[in-house]
C-alpha cells in the first residue's frame, strides 16, 4: 500500500471518528484484523445501507473504516465504525467505536496485546464507554485453511449512563476464535467473547459472531453476519439479549 493510500485511510477514519459518537457491544476485534502475512500498511471500507417503506418509513446505515500496520513483531491496528436505524420517526440504533490496538509477538504462538478503546450507545442509555487493557494473545492452531486463537486479557471498564451514573469495573476479557477457509474465495470466522467483572462473575458479557466472506476480487468482498450479544447486568430497563444480522460490502486496499 503506498503513503498516498494510507494517508486517505487515516484521513477517513479520523473524520469518521469526529462526527460518530462511541459503540457499547462487545467489539470483535478478530474479525477486524486484516489477515495477510505481508509487512507494511493495509485498510478497509465498509458501508451499508438500507431503506424499507411500508406503514412506516424505515432507515438504516453502517459505515466503517479500518487501517493496520504490520512488521515481522508488531502490529498496529486503528478503527472507527457507525451504525445508525430509523422508523417512524425513532432511533432504534444509534452506536460507534473508536478502537487502537498494539500486538507484540514474542514467540511462535504468543503475542502480547494492548488496547484502548471509547463506545457510546444512545438506545442503551450509555453516555460513553472508555476501555482499556492488555494480556496474552495464544496461537493454537494456524495453518493455510485453519487458524485457531484464544486470548485471556485484563480490562479496566469506566462507564457513565444518560442518567449519570457512574462506574468503574475491573473485568476479563477472554476469547476465542478460529478462522476457516472453505475455498480461495470463501471464508467463514466465528468469536465467542466472555467478560466477566472479576469481583461479582455474576455480571458478565457474552458476544458470539459469525462472519462468511464472500471474495469477489483483490479488493471487493460481500460479508454475511450474526450477532448474538448479551448482558447479564444492563442499564435499568434495557434489554439484556439482542441478536442481528447484517450485509455488507467491503473494500479491502
Do not use: C
Not at 79 to 95: C, R, Y
Request: aromatic share 14%; no cysteine.
Amino acid at each position: 500500500m503506498t503513503h498516498l493510500k494510507a494517508i486517505i485511510v487515516f484521513a477517513i477514519l479520523i473524520v469518521v471518528s469526529a462526527f460518530q459518537p462511541l459503540l457499547a457491544q462487545i467489539l470483535n476485534i478478530e474479525d477486524e484484523r486484516i489477515k495477510t502475512d505481508t509487512t507494511g500498511w493495509s485498510g478497509k471500507l465498509k458501508f451499508s445501507l438500507a431503506y424499507q417503506k411500508t406503514d412506516v418509513d424505515f432507515f438504516r446505515s453502517d459505515a466503517y473504516a479500518h487501517t493496520q500496520f504490520k512488521t515481522n513483531k508488531d502490529l498496529f491496528l486503528l478503527l472507527a465504525d457507525h451504525s445508525l436505524s430509523k422508523g417512524n420517526g425513532k432511533e432504534f440504533i444509534n452506536t460507534s467505536t473508536q478502537h487502537f490496538r498494539y500486538n507484540r509477538k514474542l514467540m511462535q504462538f504468543l503475542t502480547a496485546e494492548a488496547f484502548v478503546q471509547g463506545q457510546f450507545n444512545k438506545i442503551l442509555d450509555i453516555r460513553y464507554r472508555i476501555l482499556a487493557g492488555a494480556g496474552p494473545r495464544w496461537t493454537i492452531v494456524k495453518t493455510d485453511i485453519f487458524r485457531l486463537y484464544a486470548g485471556n486479557l485484563y480490562m479496566f471498564e469506566w462507564e457513565i449512563l444518560t442518567t449519570g451514573a457512574e462506574t468503574q469495573t475491573h473485568r476479563l476479557s477472554n476469547y476465542l476464535s478460529f478462522s476457516l477457509n472453505l475455498s480461495n474465495t470463501t471464508r467463514l470466522v466465528h468469536t465467542t467473547y466472555y467478560q466477566p467483572a472479576l469481583a461479582d462473575p455474576g455480571d458478565f458479557r457474552i458476544l458470539s459472531q459469525s462472519s462468511l466472506r464472500l471474495k469477489i476480487n483483490k479488493h471487493l468482498s460481500f460479508s454475511f453476519d450474526y450477532k448474538f450479544y448479551h448482558d447479564s447486568h444492563p442499564p435499568e430497563g434495557i434489554i439484556g439479549s439482542t441478536h442481528s444480522f447484517l450485509n455488507g460490502i467491503e473494500i479491502v486496499f
